[in-house]
């Protein structure tokens, strides 16, 4: 590492930083790849984040955190490409890159194993399992609720132990990118420090570990310190992949945290009120079901089949979050979940065979939820405690938030950019995934990309190759250009809550699980009126924190009408409803029968889940969105000496 000044004019200069490989990004990804590229003999690493506290790996989890890996237990039969078939069989997701998550789960996991991460084992040593969602084996483990969290504290204490430097209070605000031939190449990151003040990070290497789009949604289950910088990276022209395809789930929102697995088994009320919060309080689900135990069974199904999933509104539990969503969103109710009472008229000889077996068997047929949940999950309870939130004695207000970004930037088996060398983004930033995807695998994927990454940097990319000053001249040119953008803001800018505010809401409007495609063409419109607002009157800045909002905002604007213009594209091309986003249609099918009359779905295109969307801004700044036929999971024939000569000779890195 290199320390350095810049000048800008002739009177200033910036703090220049140049590192052979730089990690943006703290959560259990970056830390990894930050931690693998030592391991791998590349000295000069460097992290630079928001805070090592401040990622959604270390903030976030739920009632059982799942981290998804090969089977490891008794009898199971396992393997990369079973495995692999797993992750293919969720639709639109390239077959190397399954096969590539599925082999290197295991080195993934046993490195986290070696790290001090407690997962559970019995006294032989095995890894017991089980099932997670769209897994058909017992692949699935957990910690407990902080299972990420927990992962990213035992990486720190790597990190510290090898001494790889980490700067917080940075963040990332515009990438270098710079020609290389008829390529481009990124050369690092421009940022601010928490102070508002510029910074210049220059890289042979960038690993982008910025984690997934949380500040774009107004109704999020993403932790609030958790903005995400994937927008940095689309306004550099780098090429993205399955940006419609999102995870989202009942979660309460005072304290952000998923309400899945015991909350929803224990049985708890589902209650609506006025705005107030107190007055017009009822039990709302009951006026769409036939019985109560029905009704019930299908709430404690909810906690199996926690995500929304389009092919589940229809007779299954994917109703409840339409429920849901209709009370709070259209007829402007707040909704909570209450467990200090059964819901009316709730009988345990009503519920469903398999809800009652549960609790009989988890030893919980007790008097109310919070019994049942005290029995069943206490740490449950005491999560929210810790959070100032006594579910005992008050109700926990819910909504439908976004969860996750199963899509992101496009890159390749390495895990490097498609169209942007010495770029690799890792984590949820990555799009590897497609319509569906396992529970727990988005923890296994960021571990897998952070090997790859590292192996690949020490094998092709240790050498200095950067042009130094085509990277100079790139970052003062953007500071140049921030910098007149910050003087604009402050002459006639716009405030940057507000402005913030609107799109959040527009994406959890148009861009969240509920989609119509004249709701979201108008949004498409609006987002990209309010970008070019944000670019050509700026906001204003009374503070340093307006300073860095300011210019997060900017990324954030742009990321948002680009997920926008993708989920347009998508639509109109006639995907349909499929994985976590249903698709209303005048010419749809009925979702179900007490539901208002506009309530009718679009059915899936299945010939879609054989392609992949791919979506860059060009440098005009026209948008182009194309399908892809997806990639087969490769045939290997894994003769050893042919393998073992391509390992030794580096072959496997070209």
Not at 394 to 423: K, M, R, Y
Not at 572 to 599: C, N, Q, T, Y
């Amino acid at each position: 590492m290199k320390k350095l000044k810049i000048k800008i004019n002739r009177k200033e200069s910036i703090p220049l930083i140049r590192v052979h490989s730089l990690v943006v990004g703290s959560g259990a990804a970056g830390l990894n790849a930050a931690v693998q590229l030592k391991l791998n003999g590349i000295a000069d690493v460097m992290i630079i984040t928001e805070g090592l506290e401040k990622g959604t790996s270390i903030n976030t989890g739920s009632d059982k955190q799942t981290y998804y890996k090969m089977a490891f237990y008794g009898k199971d039969v396992d393997s990369p490409v079973l495995m692999a078939e797993t992750y293919f069989a969720g639709g639109s997701m390239h077959g190397d890159l399954a096969l590539i998550e599925a082999a290197v789960s295991g080195r993934a996991f046993m490195n986290l194993v070696n790290l001090g991460v407690p997962f559970p084992r019995d006294k032989y040593g095995q890894f017991v399992g089980y099932k997670t969602d769209h897994d058909p084996r017992q692949r699935a483990t957990s910690i407990g609720p902080y299972t990420s969290r927990e992962m990213c504290r035992a990486l720190i204490r790597k990190v510290k132990e090898l001494k790889i430097p980490v700067l917080e209070d940075r963040n990332a605000v515009e990438m270098i990118v710079i020609d290389e031939g008829d390529k481009k190449r990124t050369a690092g990151v421009v940022a601010v420090t928490g102070k508002g003040e510029f910074e210049i990070f220059e890289a042979e290497n960038l690993v982008f570990a910025v984690g997934g789009p949380g500040g774009l949604y107004a109704t999020s289950v993403y932790p609030s310190v958790h903005t995400g910088a994937i927008g940095i990276a689309l306004m550099a022209g780098a090429k993205a992949r399955s940006l419609p395809e999102s995870q989202y789930g009942l979660a309460s929102t005072k304290f952000r945290w998923n309400v899945s697995g015991t909350y929803m088994q224990v049985i708890p009320r589902f209650i609506s009120t006025e705005q107030d919060g107190k007055t017009g309080e009822r039990e709302f689900l009951s006026d769409y079901f036939e019985s109560k135990g029905k009704m019930n069974s299908m709430v404690f199904l909810k906690g199996y089949q926690w995500p929304f999933d389009s092919r589940k509104v229809r007779g299954g539990s994917s109703l409840i979050d339409i429920l849901v969503y209709i009370e709070n969103v259209v007829k402007k109710r707040r909704v909570f979940l209450d467990f200090r009472k059964n819901p009316e008229g709730f009988a345990f000889d009503q519920l469903s065979e398999e809800a009652y077996q549960y609790l009989k068997n988890s030893e919980a047929l007790l008097s109310s939820p919070i019994e049942r949940l005290r029995k069943m999950n206490p740490a449950a309870i005491e999560l929210y405690s810790e959070h100032g939130i006594d579910i005992t004695k008050e109700p926990l207000e819910i909504a439908v938030c976004a969860q996750h970004n199963n899509g992101g930037l496009a890159a390749d088996h390495w895990w490097q950019s498609e169209n942007i060398t010495h770029l690799f983004p890792v984590g949820e930033v990555n799009g590897s995934h497609g319509i569906y995807r396992p529970g727990g695998s988005a923890l296994n994927s960021g571990q897998v990309g952070a090997f790859r990454a590292a192996e690949f940097i020490a094998n092709r990319y240790v050498a200095a190759t950067l042009n130094k000053k085509a990277a100079d001249k790139k970052a003062v040119e953007i500071i140049s250009k921030l910098r007149e953008w910050l003087k604009k803001g402050n002459e006639d800018g716009v405030n940057w809550r507000e402005e913030r505010e609107i799109f959040q809401k527009r994406m959890s409007r148009a861009g969240a699980h509920i989609r119509a495609v004249n709701e979201v063409r108008i949004a498409v419109k609006e987002g990209w009126e309010q970008y070019k607002k944000l670019e050509n009157k700026g906001c204003r800045c009374k503070s340093a924190k307006d300073v860095v909002e300011a210019l997060r905002n900017r990324h954030l604007c742009f990321a948002h009408a680009v997920y926008l213009d993708a989920i347009k594209f998508a639509i109109e091309s006639g995907v349909g409803s499929r994985g976590s986003s249903l698709v209303l249609s005048e010419k749809g099918i009925e979702i179900f029968d007490k539901l208002p009359a506009d309530w009718l779905m679009e059915k899936e295109n299945e010939s879609f889940r054989e392609k992949v969307q791919e979506t860059v801004v060009l440098p005009s700044g026209e948008i182009l969105h194309e399908w892809k036929q997806r990639r087969p999971i490769p045939e290997c024939s894994g003769w050893f000496e042919t393998s073992w000569a391509a390992f030794r000779n580096g072959e496997i890195y070209k």
